[in-house]
Each structure stands twice: as C-alpha cells, then as structure tokens.
C-alpha cells in the first residue's frame, strides 16, 4: 500500500486545508472524491497486473509534464525517485512513452496502429487496457486539480449567492432543424445511435473469471455484448472503480442539471473529436430538455455555441478545461458564477468536463465508431 492511500491525493495536491471553502464545496460530492482516489489506488497498486509500477510513474510523469501541472509532476516524480525503477527495456519503454505523448494532447490521432504497435513491442491485452486506463485517468486528474485550483482564486465570492438567472423564454424549435429524436447529422458529427468495434483483443466470456462476469454485470445492461467493456474487463478492477466516478458524476441527484451535464459532455467530445461520445450524449441531452438546437450549434462551432448566457458560459468553460486545463482562471469560473451557477453545479461541470478527457481517450484509442 502506497503513503497516499491514506489520504486524499487531490485534497493534499490542491492544499484544500488551505481554503476551507473550496474543500468543503467538493466534499459534497463524497461519492466522486472517494472514487477518484480508489481509482488512483488502483491505477498506482503496485501488485496491478501488466505494466510495472515504474513504467506507470514514468508515464504519469510525461502527462504531467506536457500537461503542465506543477503539482502533479512534482508528486510523480517524486513517487519514481522513491521507487528506484530505471527502464531497462527500450524498446518496450519507447512505446508507452509514444502512446502517452500522443494520447495527452491530440487523442483523435490515435488509430489502430498505435494499438499494433503496442502489441508489436510485446504488450499483451491487459497491459494496453491498464495503460489506456492509466493516461485516460490522468487526463482527468490534472483537470479536476486545474478546475478545483481555479476555485479557490474566486476568494471572497465562495461566499456570496451566484447571479440571478434570466427568465428563460418559451422554446421555438428552429425550422431547419430535424426534429428531436431525428438524426443530426453537422461536420462528421451525428445524434444517430452508433456502434464501436475494438482494436485490442476483447475477453471471450467463455474465458472470463467470476469476477470478471460479476463486474460485467453491474457495469452495463449490454457489458457482455459489448467490445468496449470486452476490452475494459482485461483490468475488472480499474473498470470497477471507473463505472463508479462516471455513475456519480452523471448521474448525482442535485445541482447541475442532468441536461446541462450531457451539454458539458457533448461539447467536450466534439472539442476532442470523439464521434461515438457526442452521439450518445447528445441523444441524452434530447431526450432530457426535448431539444436539440444547442447540440447542433455545438456540432456546427462549439466555440460560439449556447442558445443563452447559461449555456455559452458552460460550454466556453467545457472547451477552456479540454484545450488548456492549467490556463483555467477564476475569471472563467467567475463568468459562470455570472450567468447564475451556484458553486455546486460549477463542481459537476468542473467533474463532467474532466470525466469526459477519460472517457473520450478510452473511446478513440481502443477502437472505433461504426456508422449504421
């Protein structure tokens, strides 16, 4: 067992103790601070099948380095330095490296060879799974600290009431738009449902252990048709403490509302150019607010998308945390505190932006969207 297992990892690397305020804002979502931290634990357990503990701290470090989060190469590096694990496989080391420099910043240039040439180095199924998963988490990571450090400069405005919300006015559907429930189709993006087809070798349920079956299960009503938790369950575990974060983030009762997370999520999938992610989530966001015209403003320009102040500061907020999590500001968030979010609903934003860095990556980088 690693030192911060006993401890909140973000808590400790944001100095919430510092601002009382802040930590007690993100607390209120206990589900989410206490899935984060299972997932680092199981992410960072040395005793995790496949990749060695040195090989993932080597690649936590890259992300943060390129990632720019002080805070977070600072603990990883310090973690290596502690371990005593230099690389002795080059070849084998040169490709994680390869995989994570591509997936940190442009995961949409991922395709089906980087998975070649990860098989081609000598990884096996359950190393690429944990490796996805590992720079996946990572990207979430560095934005919830980079979102939870841009709280804490709004100071003294923690305390006040956030603005009024403007009366909104009675929906007209536009003209030119499908109907909801009809196909969106703008730039290579659709509201259509999609299937997805791996590139790694998928579990054979056949071969799959009692736990594996059991995480299948509780993971998805289709897991075990599905190629995606087909690959996922290569690491149960990891899958186990992930469906736990996504479950809590999307799905809490309260603050944002669901709709407007399903916003968040489409506009981060668009920005990261995962087909698959925005066509789910916008058909939730449909079925939700029974409109579909700021999802096809997302599709057609995510950077002047909103059909109101409420919805361009979300999703303006949503592509700031994709492009540049480290140039977040408390202006930004001050933006939205203006356009009438409390502190709690800009946690959920803050939490399903990050969630979706996950999700996209896992989703470009294993496999591929197929079109009906």
Same mark, same amino acid.
């Given at each position: 067992?690693?030192?911060?297992?006993?401890?909140?990892?973000?808590?400790?690397?944001?100095?919430?103790?510092?601002?009382?305020?802040? %930590?007690?804002?993100?607390?209120?979502?206990?589900?989410?601070?206490?899935?984060?931290?299972?997932?680092?634990?199981?992410?960072?357990?040395?005793?995790?099948?496949?990749?060695?503990?040195?090989?993932?701290?080597? *690649?936590?470090?890259?992300?943060?380095?390129?990632?720019?989060?002080?805070?977070?190469?600072?603990?990883?590096?310090?973690?290596?330095?502690?371990?005593?694990?230099?690389? *002795?496989?080059?070849?084998?080391? @040169? @490709?994680?490296?390869?995989?994570?420099?591509?997936?940190?910043? %442009?995961?949409?240039?991922?395709?089906?060879?980087?998975?070649?040439?990860?098989?081609?180095?000598?990884?096996?199924?359950?190393?690429?799974?944990?490796?996805?998963?590992?720079?996946?988490?990572?990207?979430?990571?560095?934005?919830?600290?980079?979102? $939870?450090?841009?709280?804490? @400069?709004?100071?003294?405005?923690?305390?006040?009431?956030?603005?009024?919300?403007?009366? +909104?006015?009675?929906?007209?559907?536009?003209?030119?738009?499908?109907?909801?429930?009809?196909?969106?189709?703008?730039?290579?993006?659709?509201?259509?449902?999609?299937?997805?087809?791996?590139?790694?070798?998928? $579990?054979?349920?056949?071969?799959?252990?009692?736990?594996?079956?059991?995480?299948?299960?509780?993971?998805?009503?289709? #897991?075990?048709?599905?190629?995606?938790?087909?690959?996922?369950?290569?690491?149960?575990?990891?899958?186990?403490?992930? +469906?736990?974060?996504?479950?809590?983030?999307?799905?809490?009762?309260?603050?944002?509302?669901?709709?407007?997370?399903?916003?968040?999520?489409? #506009?981060?999938? =668009?920005?990261?150019? =995962?087909?698959? =992610?925005? +066509?789910?989530?916008?058909?939730?966001?449909?079925?939700?607010?029974?409109?579909?015209?700021?999802?096809?403003?997302?599709?057609?320009?995510?950077?002047?998308?909103?059909?109101?102040?409420?919805?361009?500061?979300?999703?303006?907020?949503?592509?700031?945390?994709?492009?540049?999590?480290?140039?977040?500001?408390?202006?930004?968030?001050?933006?939205?505190?203006?356009?009438?979010?409390?502190?709690?609903?800009?946690?959920?934003?803050?939490?399903?932006? #990050?969630?979706?860095?996950?999700?996209?990556? /896992?989703? /470009?980088?294993?496999?591929? @969207?197929?079109?009906?």
């Amino acid at each position: 067992m690693t030192e911060t297992q006993t401890l909140d990892l973000i808590d400790s690397l944001t100095q919430l103790d510092q601002f009382p305020a802040v %930590k007690a804002i993100r607390h209120q979502r206990a589900k989410v601070v206490d899935a984060t931290q299972g997932s680092y634990n199981q992410l960072f357990d040395p005793a995790l099948p496949g990749l060695t503990l040195g090989e993932r701290l080597r *690649v936590a470090q890259t992300i943060s380095r390129l990632s720019d989060s002080a805070s977070l190469l600072q603990h990883y590096s310090a973690q290596l330095a502690a371990l005593h694990d230099p690389a *002795v496989d080059a070849p084998r080391e @040169a @490709a994680l490296q390869k995989f994570a420099t591509l997936l940190t910043h %442009k995961p949409v240039e991922g395709d089906r060879s980087s998975i070649d040439a990860l098989l081609a180095a000598g990884l096996q199924p359950p190393e690429i799974i944990a490796l996805a998963q590992l720079i996946a988490f990572l990207s979430y990571q560095i934005r919830v600290v980079a979102g $939870l450090q841009a709280l804490t @400069a709004l100071g003294d405005d923690l305390h006040a009431a956030p603005a009024a919300a403007a009366s +909104s006015e009675t929906f007209v559907h536009p003209h030119h738009l499908p109907k909801p429930g009809e196909a969106l189709r703008i730039n290579g993006f659709t509201s259509e449902t999609l299937g997805w087809k791996a590139w790694v070798p998928v $579990l054979q349920l056949e071969q799959a252990t009692p736990e594996q079956l059991a995480i299948l299960e509780a993971s998805h009503p289709s #897991a075990k048709t599905s190629q995606y938790y087909l690959a996922l369950i290569h690491q149960p575990q990891i899958l186990q403490e992930r +469906s736990v974060v996504f479950n809590a983030i999307m799905y809490a009762p309260g603050g944002l509302s669901r709709a407007e997370r399903e916003l968040v999520s489409a #506009a981060v999938s =668009c920005i990261n150019g =995962c087909v698959y =992610c925005a +066509s789910v989530h916008a058909q939730r966001f449909e079925q939700l607010a029974k409109r579909n015209d700021v999802i096809a403003q997302v599709f057609e320009n995510p950077h002047t998308a909103g059909t109101n102040a409420r919805e361009k500061a979300l999703v303006q907020f949503a592509i700031d945390l994709t492009e540049a999590p480290n140039q977040l500001s408390g202006q930004r968030l001050q933006q939205l505190r203006e356009a009438g979010l409390s502190h709690m609903e800009i946690l959920d934003a803050l939490h399903a932006a #990050a969630i979706f860095a996950w999700a996209n990556r /896992l989703m /470009l980088n294993l496999g591929e @969207a197929v079109h009906p």
